[in-house]
Each structure stands twice: as C-alpha cells, then as structure tokens.
C-alpha cells in the first residue's frame, strides 16, 4: 500500500521544513519539494495533500515563483500558507498587493470556527504574522474565514474545490493552536488516516537507501555524535556489510566514550557491518605537543583528522558513496535548504572532503530535526547514551584543556567531566542544562590536602541553557549538585585542588573554554 503522504512546496520561505515536521506530528507522512519540481514527479507521489509555503517574494511580480495552475484541478486539498495563500489567490483571480501597513508579530485574528480549518478553536486567536503584501480581495468563489483590522483576508476557502489559504503561519510556536490547524487540515480537510510514525520513517529510509545504493559500497565516518551514529545504524540496517564505519580515537575524546561507540558499533555489537576503530592518539598527542595558541590546537586536529581518515580510506579503496550525519538545521544555516536565503555556511555541508575516492553523498537525516534524529535513533534500537548525547565539539577536549594538552591532562579533564555529567545526570529531564562538561583551566594554585601543601590545578565546571547555541545562559543548578560534584572532583581525580564555577554568558564568553 502507498504511504499516505502530504507534500509541501518550497516558495522559498524559512519555515518549510517546520511545516513538514507539524505535519509528521499528525501522524502524516510529509516530503518537501521546491515548486520549480516537475508536476508529474509531484502527481506521482498521489499526495493526499499540498502545502505552499511561504516565501520573500511578491506573488504579483512577474519573475516571482508560481505553479502550473494545472494544480489546482487535481482534487488533491492546497492549504497556502503566506505567500502561498497569496500566490494561490493571485492565480485563482483575487488581488494581491503591497499592504498598506506591514503586519509583524503576534496578531490576533478573528476566526469563522465553522471553517473545517478552524474547527475547534476560540473565534479570536492569536497568530503569528510576517508580510508586507496582503490579500485585498479573494478570487472568486472563495470565502473569506479569517480576518484582522489590517487585513481583510487573513484566511479563505473554497471548501467544494479543497482550496485553502492562510495569510499567518500555523506552523510556528508563536500561532496558538497552529498545530491545530495543520491537524485539521490533514484530517478534516485532506481526509488522512494518521498512521505514520517515526518507525515509518526509519523502514521508509532504509527502503531508499537499498535502492538508491544498490550492491554499491558505502564509507561512513563515525564520530560517536548522535548525528553520525543515527545514520550509521540506519545505514547498517540498509546494507550491513556493505558499509564501512571508520572511527576515530584522537585522544580527545570523553571518558569511555570510545568504548561505548565500539561496543555498538564494533565486533559483536548490534549491527553487522564493517568497523574500524583508529587508535591515533600518539599521533595527535604528538602533533599538538606544545602548542598553546587555540586556534593552532583546532588546525592541527583538524589536518590530522584528515590524514588519518585518509589513510584508512586508502585502505578501503574506492568505495560508491560517502554517507554523511548531515541534518535539516546544518542544511537550514548552510542556506542549502532548498529555496531559502543563506543563513551561514556549516561544516557538514557543502564542503566535501576531496581525500576520500567517492561517486556520491547519501544523507539520510537531512530532513529531521535534532529530536526527530534521537527518535529515529531509538526506533532503530541505539542505546539512550548515544542518542541522548549533548554535542561534543569536533576538537574534543583539546578546547577544553587551555594551554597546551598532554595525555596527562587529558586524563583529568575526563575523569572531572565523568563525575560532573553523572552529578548533573541525577537531576530530572527539565532541569539538566542543554551542554555541561567540565574544563581544565591552565592554572595552578596552593590548596591543602592532609597537612600537606598542594600545588595542583583548578577544573572548571560549565553547565549551559541554550536552543540555538548561539547565545547561552548559565544554568542555575542546585547548590548541592555543585558541591557535591565539586567535593568528589577534588577527591577522586589527581591533581586536582580547586573547583571552579563559570558564570559567564554567551556572549561574552564562548561555550567552550577555546
Ligand atoms: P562556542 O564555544 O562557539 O560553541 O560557544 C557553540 C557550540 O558549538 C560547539 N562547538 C563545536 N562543534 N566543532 C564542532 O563540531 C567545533 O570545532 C566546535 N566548537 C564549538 C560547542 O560544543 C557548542 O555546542
């Protein structure tokens, strides 16, 4: 039986892939396409329903993305959204023009609840608003369901032909009862079942990756992130033996992480592929050996982690596709997400290693959010400490030691991080902080231990709140998980005699120590 999909197409706007999510929310499948998609590829897919989505552009000039207007006499339920309610009426006859007050923000809209999308909400609620362009008139045969003072039609229906258009995005958090609305839509108005779910995505994507990967081989490299081993294991439910995961011990790593990664991954383990484990980490120890200047430290780890990965590939020869842990939000920031403006580029994407002897990329995560990851991960039956893991920087631990790194005070730093993650890990769900770890800070000082003097060093303890990493609270833990983690850091681990704990904000202080 063909998997009940809804189809969203791009216009352009920064949403899309949110709406996609919404609508996998429902239960209901959901794939992005752009609108310059050919509509034979699009009729193929026998949607159940299509979303247009928003976009930067004004639906009435002539350059501006549009739609085969064939579309429209499909059958198949269109909910516009935005520029794509404006598209959708500028097409159908309506009038589209420059607003005469741009409406930004929260806006309460006045609803007609017997709408089919409007069903079970308060007949004022509260959505979000972002054009410049409005809606004048409706094309005809439409009706009108929603309005604001600034704007006359904020949304409409022509509900015998399954058209629908809404001026706000129901998609984004700051629409009350948004997820509603979709809901209604891909129940009341597409007719779905609801019967997908994330296991559905998961046995959806290893069907793919048979298909598109044939009997052909398949490098991946594994760096114990949940990004990486998510791909991994769908990878290896795909094609078992004809992956090859590479991992790479570079000394920097968290404590027993390497083991962890290896118990899963490696002989024995739940998956039946081809593991290397690299043990480089004289290499590396080697290579950064005196050298302080933080931005000297990344290089050199970075390089290295390229000559080592190349040597293993070597090995392995040519292989037919390189697999990558890339997800929707690196694709989003890289500005790689289809129609919409570049954001920042990212290191996932878009630059392709050039050492490795590959035909293509597979990316089998590139449409999930970091959730969405972890509950793929879990479908596919990873252990909760590798789909539950906080990101861990690519440099590893060599930016969290200042100053120069030995093997030494690799040692420290991660028997200090243990005992912190474990004091912070006893804290409920809603408590932990989105990134703690601890870090060992170049400094020496006098302390007492017994009755003898100590000269050792000081570790400092980070614990952030954060959704985007780009700006960073400081997480007010409780008094006693400090203490208590601080008490058994200078206890347990040598060479340490004083704890530390960062206060500082992002900005001005970084995350990470380097
Ligand atoms: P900062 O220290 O810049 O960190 O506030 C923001 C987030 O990015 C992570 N981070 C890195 N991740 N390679 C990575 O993959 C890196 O070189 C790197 N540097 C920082 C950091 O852990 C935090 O989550």
Redesign the pocket.
């Known amino acids: 039986m063909q998997q009940e999909t809804v189809i969203v197409l791009d216009f352009g706007g920064q949403y899309n892939q949110l709406i996609a999510r919404r609508v996998r929310e429902c239960n209901v499948y959901c794939e992005i396409y752009s609108y310059r998609t050919d509509l034979a590829k699009i009729k193929a897919k026998n949607p159940k329903g299509i979303i247009f989505t928003g976009g930067p552009n004004s639906a009435y000039l002539p350059d501006s993305p549009t739609i085969d207007p064939e579309i429209y006499t499909w059958g198949v339920p269109i909910l516009g959204i935005c520029y794509g309610s404006q598209l959708m009426m500028h097409m159908l006859g309506g009038h589209v023009t420059k607003a005469p007050e741009r409406e930004y923000g929260k806006t309460l809209v006045d609803l007609d609840t017997s709408s089919p999308l409007f069903d079970g909400l308060p007949a004022q609620n509260v959505c979000w608003m972002s054009h410049n362009d409005y809606i004048e008139t409706a094309a005809p045969g439409f009706q009108i369901v929603a309005h604001t003072p600034n704007c006359p039609v904020a949304a409409a229906q022509a509900s015998d032909r399954g058209l629908y258009c809404v001026q706000f995005h129901p998609e984004v958090m700051h629409t009350e009862n948004g997820t509603q609305i979709l809901h209604n839509f891909v129940y009341k108005v597409c007719g779905c079942a609801g019967t997908w779910k994330m296991d559905s995505f998961v046995e959806h994507s290893v069907q793919a990756l048979r298909e598109k990967i044939g009997d052909g081989k398949v490098l991946c490299a594994l760096s114990g992130g949940v990004d990486s081993s998510v791909c991994a294991a769908m990878l290896a439910k795909a094609i078992g033996k004809q992956l090859t995961c590479v991992f790479v011990d570079h000394g920097l790593l968290r404590k027993h992480e390497r083991e962890q990664v290896c118990e899963v991954f490696g002989e024995g383990g739940q998956f039946d592929i081809n593991f290397v484990c690299v043990d480089a980490r004289d290499r590396f120890y080697t290579k950064l050996a005196g050298e302080t200047a933080p931005e000297r430290k ?1 290089k050199i780890i970075g390089e290295e982690f390229i000559r080592v990965f190349e040597d293993e590939a070597k090995k392995i020869g040519a292989v037919d596709f390189l697999a990558q842990g890339t997800i929707y939000p690196d694709v989003v920031e890289s500005g790689l997400g289809g129609e919409s403006a570049t954001i920042k580029s990212h290191h996932n994407v878009g630059g392709l290693p050039d050492y490795v002897d590959f035909k293509e990329i597979v990316e089998p995560l590139r449409d999930l959010f970091k959730d969405e990851v972890r509950q793929a991960g879990r479908e596919l039956g990873l252990p909760e400490y590798l789909v539950a893991r906080q ?5 590893g631990l060599a ?1 969290r030691i200042i100053g120069d790194v030995t093997p030494e005070k690799v040692a420290i730093v991660q028997d200090a991080d243990a005992i912190w993650r474990e004091e912070v890990d006893k804290l409920p769900m809603e408590q932990r902080p989105s ?1 703690y770890f601890a870090a060992l800070t170049n400094m020496r000082s006098v302390g007492v231990m017994g009755d003898e003097r100590t000269y050792d060093y000081a570790i400092a303890l980070r614990a952030v709140t954060t959704t985007d ?1 780009m700006t960073a609270e400081v997480t007010l833990l409780p008094t006693e998980t400090i203490t208590t983690a601080a008490n058994r850091i200078v206890n347990e681990v040598k060479n340490i005699n004083r704890v530390l704990f960062d206060y500082t904000t ?1 900005p001005p202080a ?3 120590f380097e």
Not at 391 to 395: A, H, I, T, V
């Open positions: 990344r990101p861990f920087p690519g440099p930016i990134q990493f992002k970084t995350i990470e």
